[in-house]
């Protein structure tokens, strides 16, 4: 499913009115009419009492039609208006003036305090204050409504986004609602789907509004929800070397957890061959806990970690692997971060670049820039900082953009990971994956990516589908972790454990409660 940005959003609209000749008032029906069947098949109507909050604009239009439809169905309906009713316009206004004909509440708002009583009673909330034209902090009595409507306690039903979301980041412009339930127009948006703003709107659904198939599938529209393709069937007569052979260049005194992660989960997930250059003592450590890992001795620096003295070896070794992993546990010394930028520029083989290797190569981006095979990057905020210069805040307010930029920049597919995780493309492609949970915010999840990554490239992904298939999959393992241990105290481990049962669960067809979490929304 595609998602748009707030102005791709208007863009639809317009194109939808002038290209197709819909008018503004059938858009605007169509919008109310899916927000009314969601309180019909989620709350129920007859009989009961709702409130509908309304701002300016098109929003508050919407929350017009809902009133009408509810009080159509023999539900009890009062509408407050935030602002001042004589300056909407068009549809808007329309629809105002035909819920005044019905004989409706309709109820200029004053005060938040003006409301509560009407809270206190009521059975749903309808949230169409805002909408995805927020472009700064709530403040003043328009905050103070958004307190009250959170404090009832009643359920509520956000249209098109909850009110104090911001549509292109997910930010909360200094207070949102809480919503039970969303029902977003045309498309989803960024923010409905980016945290925090996707944990304000409970269960997101979605509805076209009679747009048509050419603008809700348009190549032009970027950013879309990381469903990927399905894994190449597993060749019954293949080998070990059938299902990839990937080189980790990962290690160092005091960091025994990320190499061996890393390349345990490239078996975990699918792998058939897993090699290991790390410092020569570490060896014994880590094979007690990767016995199934190839494992190639490296001499070490001063400090424990991988000495210059290995390139033209590890060179060689990488040449003959289908992927190589550079960076996990790598360290800081700067031999070994010389070293990272020696074989990141000179190997010639799809490079997946995470952890202390980002470091080495954020000091040199035209290592990057000048790269012929397939680059793919890792970072999280702050590593995504040393790639761009751009603070965690300015990620915040505006990440999809700038991984767009970054990833053309630099030529690199980037996973961005956090709370779902962007997969960024040169091409400006963007996708919002959907699996994972809090329990994996914990040391060596990243590391568990990594090989994921690699194993979906040795099962017979190209490098875009691995990518977007491995951060799925990561984020599904994690999601049965949880499922079984709960996410607290969910260690790597428990994630790289769960990696072969997600394997299995993708073969052969998710159940219908996760796909429908994994599509982002549910069209109505």
């Known amino acids: 499913m595609k998602i748009s940005t707030v102005q791709e959003m208007r863009n639809l609209d317009k194109g939808a009115i002038e290209g197709y000749g819909i008018p503004e008032e059938i858009l605007m029906e169509n919008a109310g009419e899916a927000a009314y069947f969601v309180l019909l098949t989620r709350f129920g109507l007859p009989g009961r009492s709702f409130l509908v909050f309304c701002g300016g604009g098109n929003n508050g239009g919407d929350g017009f039609v809902v009133a009408r439809k509810i009080l159509s169905s023999g539900g009890r309906v009062k509408t407050f208006v935030l602002g001042d009713p004589e300056r909407y316009r068009g549809a808007a206004r329309a629809n105002l003036d035909v819920l005044r004909g019905t004989g409706a509440e309709v109820v200029a708002l004053g005060s938040a305090g003006e409301a509560e009583e009407d809270l206190a009673r009521c059975d749903t909330v309808i949230d169409g204050i805002f909408g995805t034209g927020l472009d700064r902090d709530v403040e003043g009595r328009y905050a103070e409504v958004i307190a009250s409507i959170n404090r009832s306690g009643r359920p509520v039903l956000s249209l098109d986004i909850p009110s104090g979301v911001h549509g292109d980041s997910g930010r909360v412009m200094g207070t949102a609602v809480q919503a039970d339930a969303t029902v977003t127009f045309g498309l989803p948006k960024v923010g409905n789907l980016l945290y925090p703003g996707y944990a304000h709107g409970g269960e997101l659904f979605v509805t076209h509004i009679s747009f048509p198939p050419a603008l809700i ?60 250059a790390a410092p020569a003592r570490m060896i014994p450590h880590l094979a007690s806990g990767g016995s199934e890992i190839v494992f190639v001795p490296q001499k070490e620096t001063a400090g424990g970690s991988i000495s210059m003295e290995n390139l033209d070896d590890l060179l060689d070794l990488g040449a003959r692997a289908d992927v190589v992993v550079l960076g996990p546990g790598l360290s800081l010394v700067e031999e070994t971060q010389d070293l990272a930028r020696a074989l990141a520029s000179r190997l010639e083989r799809p490079l997946l670049v995470d952890g202390d290797g980002l470091t080495a190569l954020s000091g040199d981006l035209d290592l990057l820039r000048n790269r012929k095979a397939p680059t793919v990057l890792t970072p999280h905020p702050g590593e995504m900082f040393r790639l761009t210069g751009k603070s965690v805040p300015e990620l915040e307010a505006d990440p999809v953009r700038i991984l767009q930029n970054t990833c053309a920049d630099l030529g690199a597919v980037i996973v961005l990971k956090g709370a779902h995780s962007l997969v960024g493309f040169p091409d400006a492609e963007v996708f919002v994956n959907m699996s994972g949970n809090s329990g994996m915010a914990t040391a060596g999840t990243g590391d568990v990516l990594t090989g994921t990554v690699a194993a979906m490239h040795g099962l017979g992904l190209d490098i875009p589908e691995a990518v977007r298939k491995g951060v799925f999959l990561h984020g599904l393992a994690g999601d049965l972790a949880a499922e079984d241990l709960g996410p607290d105290g969910m260690t790597a481990r428990d994630v790289l454990d769960a990696l072969p049962l997600a394997l299995k669960a993708d073969r052969e067809g998710l159940d219908e409660a996760p796909a429908r979490r994994y599509s982002g929304a549910r069209l109505v």
Do not use: I
């Open 217 to 276: 599938e348009s190549a032009d529209l970027k950013v879309a929800v990381n469903r990927p393709p399905p894994l190449p069937p597993r060749d019954p007569k293949g080998h070990k070397g059938s299902f990839g052979d990937a080189l980790f260049v990962a290690g160092a005194a005091a960091y025994y957890g990320a190499p061996c992660f890393s390349a345990l989960s490239f078996l975990r997930a699918g792998g058939g061959y897993a090699r290991l």
